[in-house]
Nanobody, 123 residues
Framework: QVQLAESGGGLVQAGGSLRLTCAAS????????MGWFRQAPGKEREFVAA????????YYADSAKGRFTISRDNAKNTVYLQMNSLKPEDTAVYYC????????????????WGQGTRVTVSS
């Protein structure tokens, strides 16, 4: 089992930045690929970014490329999502997720999820 707790959400103006943090506990964090997803009001949850076990490979949705950066600190059991140049369409609840494998491929499943942190971007 992996327990995940997100933080860092809030209200920000368009063009601003936020850094989301996901603290993990339980199963060996360093053996898990990690991901960030989001769900906007009235929409399905969508993939945002993922990172493999040692941070060597990252993946981004087209909407996140060039603006968001996923990173991890295995010594702190933490994964981050730095979000810059935020847009109103980035408004959503952001979820951290963990795989029980070290790598990620498009469409990989994430068995473990946090409760989410809300991000609101005002225009």
């Amino acid at each position: 089992q992996v327990q995940l707790a997100e933080s860092g959400g809030g209200l920000v103006q368009a063009g601003g930045s936020l850094r989301l943090t996901c603290a993990a506990s339980g199963r060996t964090f360093s053996s898990c690929a990690m991901g960030w997803f989001r769900q906007a009001p009235g929409k399905e949850r969508e993939f945002v970014a993922a990172i493999d076990w040692n941070g060597g490979v990252t993946y981004y949705a087209d909407s996140a490329k060039g603006r968001f950066t996923i990173s991890r600190d295995n010594a702190k059991n933490t994964v981050y999502l730095q979000m810059n140049s935020l847009k109103p369409e980035d408004t959503a609840v952001y979820y951290c997720a963990a795989r029980n494998l070290p790598s990620y491929r498009t469409g990989s499943q994430f068995p473990y999820w946090g409760q989410g942190t809300r991000v609101t971007v005002s225009s």
